[in-house]
C-alpha cells in the first residue's frame, strides 16, 4: 500500500532526524536516508530538491517538535510565568537526562553548518531566537523591571544546559540549571 506524499515525507522526517541525530548530518548520505525510510532516491529528490531540502526540513521538524514541547510544559505549569519558566527548564533537563539524548539538535546542526545561506543554518538560528522570544514573553508577564535582559540570561542557561549535558552529562553543570533560573528569577522579581 501506497503512503500518501505528506506521510510518506513525515516518515522520511523522522527517518533522516534519527540517522542525523545519532550519526550527524554530514557523515549520513541520502542513500542511507532513502534505504532506512524504505522509499526511492527518486521519491526522496521528489518530496526534498536536494540535501540541503531535506536538512533544511530536518531542522524546521526538530525546531516544531520543541515548539510542541515547550508549549505543553507551558500549559501544564498553570497561569503563573515563574512556573512556566521552571517548567520549560526541568522539561529540558529532563531531555539532557534522558538516554535519548546526544546534544541540542539545533546546536549540532550550527556547528556543521556555519555558512548562514543554508537552510539548515536559517532554520537553526530562528528556532533558537523564537527560545528567546518565547521566554521574553513569559519575562514579561512577570511584571520585572527588564524583561529583556531576563528573556537573554534565561536563554543563555537554557543553551548552556544543552551544551553541558551534552559534553558533561546530566550530573555535570547541566544539574544546576534550575537552581540558576531560580536565582535570577528571584533577583528580577526582587
Same mark, same amino acid.
Given at each position: 500500500?501506497?503512503?500518501?506524499?505528506?506521510?510518506?515525507?513525515?516518515?522520511?522526517?523522522?527517518?533522516?532526524?534519527?540517522?542525523?541525530?545519532?550519526?550527524?548530518?554530514?557523515?549520513?548520505?541520502?542513500?542511507?536516508?532513502a534505504t532506512e525510510?524504505?522509499?526511492?532516491?527518486?521519491?526522496?529528490?521528489?518530496?526534498?530538491?536536494?540535501? @540541503?531540502?531535506?536538512?533544511g526540513a530536518y531542522?524546521?521538524? !526538530?525546531?516544531?517538535? =520543541? +515548539? &510542541?514541547?515547550?508549549? *505543553?510544559?507551558? %500549559?501544564?505549569?498553570?497561569?503563573?510565568?515563574?512556573?512556566?519558566?521552571?517548567?520549560?527548564?526541568?522539561?529540558?533537563?529532563?531531555?539532557?537526562?534522558?538516554?535519548?539524548?546526544?546534544?541540542?539538535?539545533?546546536?549540532?546542526?550550527?556547528?556543521?553548518?556555519?555558512?548562514? @545561506?543554508?537552510?539548515?543554518?536559517?532554520?537553526?538560528?530562528? !528556532?533558537?531566537?523564537? =527560545? +528567546? &522570544?518565547?521566554?521574553? *514573553?513569559?519575562? %514579561?508577564?512577570?511584571?520585572?523591571?527588564?524583561?529583556?535582559?531576563?528573556?537573554?540570561?534565561?536563554?543563555?542557561?537554557?543553551?548552556?544546559?544543552?551544551?553541558?549535558?551534552?559534553?558533561?552529562?546530566?550530573?555535570?553543570?547541566?544539574?544546576?540549571?534550575?537552581?540558576?533560573?531560580?536565582?535570577?528569577?528571584?533577583?528580577?522579581?526582587?
Amino acid at each position: 500500500m501506497q503512503r500518501p506524499a505528506a506521510e510518506t515525507r513525515d516518515h522520511v522526517l523522522r527517518v533522516a532526524g534519527g540517522l542525523f541525530y545519532w550519526k550527524s548530518i554530514r557523515a549520513t548520505g541520502v542513500d542511507l536516508v532513502a534505504t532506512e525510510a524504505g522509499v526511492a532516491p527518486t521519491t526522496l529528490y521528489r518530496l526534498f530538491a536536494s540535501k @540541503d531540502g531535506l536538512v533544511g526540513a530536518y531542522v524546521e521538524h !526538530a525546531a516544531g517538535e =520543541f +515548539r &510542541e514541547t515547550f508549549a *505543553e510544559a507551558v %500549559a501544564a505549569a498553570g497561569p503563573d510565568p515563574r512556573e512556566q519558566i521552571l517548567a520549560v527548564f526541568d522539561t529540558v533537563y529532563g531531555q539532557v537526562a534522558s538516554e535519548q539524548f546526544r546534544g541540542c539538535a539545533l546546536q549540532m546542526t550550527l556547528a556543521e553548518f556555519p555558512d548562514r @545561506d543554508l537552510p539548515a543554518h536559517r532554520n537553526a538560528v530562528a !528556532a533558537k531566537a523564537w =527560545f +528567546r &522570544e518565547s521566554i521574553g *514573553e513569559l519575562t %514579561a508577564r512577570l511584571g520585572v523591571r527588564d524583561p529583556a535582559a531576563l528573556a537573554d540570561h534565561l536563554t543563555l542557561v537554557f543553551e548552556g544546559l544543552n551544551a553541558s549535558g551534552q559534553s558533561l552529562g546530566p550530573e555535570g553543570p547541566a544539574k544546576r540549571a534550575r537552581g540558576l533560573v531560580e536565582v535570577l528569577l528571584t533577583a528580577a522579581l526582587a
